[in-house]
């Protein structure tokens, strides 16, 4: 499966994006996906997740700035990114799992996410 993620750009603290990720198979319908992040110097980390089934999951930095969704039509996976501020400021990836799976198996290029102050 290859994932095409797309949406970044620069916005102000605030503002709003949206990323989205693209699947080249219809298989993508079973996996868990998720978004990543990765700032400089730190980490990567675990932004938000969706199951097939639609359930979420968030890290708390986001939690309620955040949405991701899933258009499984599409086979695309969507990051709503509301009240964004400068530390959201990152490399986005998506990635995918295969149930039962514990570790992303798929992961698209990322997406770079600047918020000015």
């Known amino acids: 499966v290859q994932l095409q993620a797309s949406g970044g750009g620069l916005v102000q603290a605030g503002g709003s994006l949206r990323l989205s990720c693209a699947a080249s198979e219809r298989t993508f319908r079973s996996y868990v996906m998720g978004w990543y992040r990765q700032a400089p110097g730190k980490q990567r980390e675990l932004v938000a997740a969706?199951?097939?089934?639609?359930?979420?999951n968030y890290a708390d930095s986001v939690k309620g700035r955040f949405t991701i969704s899933r258009d499984n039509a599409k086979n695309t996976v969507y990051l709503q990114m509301n009240s964004l501020k400068p530390e959201d400021t990152a490399v986005y990836y998506c990635?995918?799992?295969?149930?039962?799976?514990?570790?992303?198996?798929?992961w698209g290029q990322g997406t770079l996410v600047t918020v000015s102050s």
């Open positions: 990635a995918g799992r295969r149930v039962g799976i514990n570790e992303y198996e798929y």
């Open positions: 969706i199951t097939s089934g639609g359930s979420t």
